[in-house]
């Protein structure tokens, strides 16, 4: 396999749908910032943590790329980018804390 048709199988995602918008951005843009934390030594290793520098630099994505009517819950794309084919993302939740992190509100 090319790097290149790698690369697509990676940043090809299920994006979420709600009636009246378009597919959901939150995994693209918590990939992003991911990439963000790799670029400026936050993410270090195949761990990446809830941190407040993560959660602004997604915020400081989502104001910059998404003009659609989606709320910025960073929560859901960190829990659902589990159930991604390519098995980019591996989630393993504190006790505890699996059931906060999946809900929407």
Known sequence: ?????????YLKFKQGTAKGL???PHKPIL???VIKGIETGLI???KIFITPELVSFFRSFWDKLV???HTPNFSLPFFHL?????GIWKL???PGFDSAITSSN
């Open 1 to 9: 396999m090319s790097d290149s048709s790698q690369i697509s199988k």
């Open 22 to 24: 378009p597919k959901a």
């Open 31 to 33: 990939i992003l910032s």
């Open 44 to 46: 270090s290793d195949n």
């Open 67 to 69: 003009v659609t009517g």
């Open 82 to 86: 589990k159930n991604e084919k390519s």
């Open 92 to 94: 393993k939740c504190k």
